[in-house]
């Protein structure tokens, strides 16, 4: 070790001892510290032991004071309470005894008061005669507000009128049937009397039941004013329903009698529909048979659905009324007292209603199965917002007669529904309603309007076909809808083309027939492609064909079959055109001369027959009519415009205008005449 490190060292162990020096200094001042404080702080704990000693008797004869004061003042306030007791009968007995409606909340007041004072007496003095005036007094008051009660809901109710309503929407609403401060009073008053409820019952032994009553004041009441609302409504919308000792339709349908529109009928609607540019209008829907009062079972049918409409709105306004007002365990009793007398009108409104519809459809009024879907629309529709947002069960009363009638009009329109195919098909055997103009049956137009109203209720139809009920929100899917739709529109065609092709055989005139064809099949596919029908058919396959083609297909095969009528004349051009070319110079034998005068006899006999058949022919579709015109002019005219060229330098007649006796244009324009009946 160096002599420079031992001084390191020696340096490092003298500033080691200064600080240990240091540190035992501090040491001792702490400890001297801390000495003091534990002498001072056992002083202290002395002497707040000797201020105890000399607080804790003062302060405990201070508590007792206190309690003592406290007792004193409850005590004579139950004094002045039990004293109130004694004076509260006749104090409040012209408060009491009067009527409730100055002030509910003062009066149940009062009532608390009593109910206090009569327990009070109960469990101190049970056989006082206070008791028996106090209970005489409270049991006055219960009677008062029942009876106010009552009176509240009869002079209280709101004045609901047609503009209070709505006409629709995915939500039912509800409308306040009382006024805000009236149905506040009624709930003040029947929350307490269903809280003394039991309190009233032990201690009267009479079997008074208040809230039992105020229940059988609101059903009574409520029912009343349900029913006046309702026939308010329905008057409004012109249905004579719920009309006591009244049919409940006003004038049901009765045997109606039927009247056959008749082929020229048809024929006016036709053309009337053609010059429209076949539009469907109200007046397509005339069915076969028309019942004399399907009109009013329509309108019926829309007054129905808005009184339903409005029906369901009272329902739920009173459902939730009902819970603001009526005791828990009442209120279910109490709904369905309210709501089930007009159910059943209800119910009975609808039935009626279905057996019209029934009645018509079962005379071949096929449109009248319209007013049916349109009720099961917005029977359903109510239903689905009653179960989905309120939970309302339909399968148990008061709702389940809207239940039955969703079931039973179902049922109905599936089966009229099915009649109707089975009608267009099973027609066929029924020729003698055929027009003599050879027109669009009226059968077809009734067809083709009835298959464009049902895909306006695409949804609904399709549903009903399937044979199924929407439950609460749960919908068919759209594919099997629209399949369904195009099933049955698709059958429908099938039989109208089967029984149109068994009626063409009516007429004895082949070309007349094959125009019923083709005015037929015309009219059939202008409506399907005005339509959505055909969009329908086409997107779901049906039969894997082209409809629009497969009909101009059998329009044109008609066609040829139609220009049967000409061939005569067709002939007799030919054999003048293809024949011996004579000059002017040229002269001809007699039987050369009446070859030619006969080919010109047969062709203007031909002309002016056809003409006279013809003209009373019809073609309803303006563009379908000028198509066939021209088809028959240009299959005509140039092969006698050729024929004329050919002979009219000839003498094979002194006078061969005679012969000739029609020119071109002359042609042309008799041609233009077919199927123009004005003339």
């Known amino acids: 070790m160096t002599t420079v490190e031992v001084a390191m060292i020696e340096a490092q162990l003298k500033e080691d001892r200064a600080k240990l020096e240091l540190l035992q200094s501090m040491l001792k001042k702490s400890s001297s510290l801390t000495e003091n404080m534990k002498e001072r702080l056992t002083q202290f704990d002395d002497r707040l032991v000797r201020l105890k000693g ?10 007792v004071k206190i309690r003592a004061q406290t007792n004193g003042e409850l005590a004579i306030k139950e004094l002045d309470k039990v004293a109130r007791y004694y004076c509260l009968r006749e104090e409040l007995d012209s408060t009491i005894s009067n009527n409730v409606s100055s002030s509910v909340p003062d009066y149940i007041r009062n009532m608390k008061e009593l109910s206090k004072a009569i327990r009070f007496f109960l469990d101190n ?29 009869k002079k209280r ?42 309190f009233v019952k032990n201690n009267y032994p009479n079997n008074v039941d208040f809230v039992r009553d105020i229940c059988t004041n609101y059903v009574t009441v409520q029912k009343k004013y349900l029913r006046e609302k309702l026939e308010m409504l329905a008057n409004a919308e012109q249905l004579a329903i719920f009309a006591n000792a009244t049919p409940i339709m006003g004038r049901r349908v009765r045997n109606a009698e039927v009247t056959r529109k008749g082929s020229k009928l048809s024929r006016e609607n036709v053309r009337r529909q053609s010059k429209r540019g076949h539009k469907r209008t109200p007046s397509d829907h005339t069915s076969i048979q028309t019942i004399k009062e399907d009109i009013n079972v329509e309108q019926t049918a829309k007054s129905y659905a808005k009184v339903a409409n409005y029906f369901a709105q009272l329902i739920k306004s009173e459902y939730y009324q009902i819970q603001d007002l009526i005791t828990p365990s009442y209120q279910e009793r109490v709904f369905v007292e309210i709501i089930e007398p007009a159910m059943t009108h209800f119910e009975d409104e609808g039935m009626s209603l279905v057996e019209a519809a029934k009645e018509q459809t079962r005379n071949n009024n096929w449109v009248a199965v319209f007013p049916l879907i349109m009720l099961y629309q917005s029977l359903n529709k109510i239903k689905c917002s009653l179960i989905s947002e309120d939970q309302l069960d339909f399968e148990a009363p008061p709702l389940a007669p809207i239940s039955k009638l969703i079931t039973v009009i179902t049922a109905r ?4 529904l099915e009649r109707f195919k089975c009608f267009v098909e099973d027609d066929a055997v029924k020729t003698s309603n055929v027009a003599s103009d050879g027109t669009v049956h009226q059968l077809t137009s009734n067809v083709m309007s009835i298959c464009g109203q049902l895909l306006t209720y695409e949804e609904t139809v399709g549903t009903l076909l399937k044979g199924v009920q929407h439950q609460g929100t749960r919908k068919l899917p759209q594919s099997n809808i629209h399949r369904q739709m195009a ?38 596919r202008n ?3 005005e339509s959505e029908i055909l969009t329908l058919l086409q997107d779901n396959h049906h039969d894997g064909v082209d409809l629009d083609a497969r009909y101009i297909d059998w329009i044109h095969k008609q066609m040829e079959v139609y220009r049967l009528w000409y061939q005569p004349m067709v002939n007799v051009m030919t054999e003048a055109t293809t024949g011996t070319v004579f000059r002017e110079s040229d002269k001809l034998k007699d039987s050369q001369k009446d070859a030619i005068k006969n080919k010109f006899k047969v062709f203007n006999a031909t002309l002016e027959e056809q003409l006279r058949i013809q003209q009373k022919w019809a073609i309803p579709d303006p563009q379908f009519r000028e198509w066939v015109r021209e088809g028959n002019i240009d299959a005509i005219i140039y092969k006698y415009e050729d024929m004329c060229k050919k002979y009219e330098k000839v003498n094979f007649s002194s006078n061969n205008k005679k012969y000739i006796a029609y020119s071109t244009n002359d042609v042309e324009k008799t041609l233009s005449l077919f199927f123009d009946q004005k003339f």
């Open 413 to 416: 329109v599936k089966d009229d």
């Open 157 to 198: 109710s709101r004045n609901i009128t047609i503009k209070d309503m709505t006409d629709g929407g995915d939500k039912i609403p509800v409308i306040p049937l009382l006024l805000p401060e009236a149905k506040q009073n009624l709930s003040l008053i029947s929350k307490w009397v269903a809280e003394n409820h039991k």
């Open 487 to 524: 099933t049955y529109i698709n059958g429908i065609l099938k039989a109208l083309e089967k029984n149109l092709e068994s009626k063409s055989k009516v007429y004895d005139n082949k070309c007349l027939s094959a125009l019923f064809l083709m005015n037929n099949y015309n009219y059939i």
């Open 527 to 529: 409506n399907l492609k």
């Open 125 to 153: 003095n049970p056989n006082s005669n206070e008791v028996k005036k106090l209970k005489e007094l409270f049991h006055t008051g219960f009677k008062k507000m029942c009876e106010e009660f009552e009176d509240v809901l």
């Open 54 to 63: 000399q607080i804790m008797p003062v302060y405990e004869e201070m508590q």
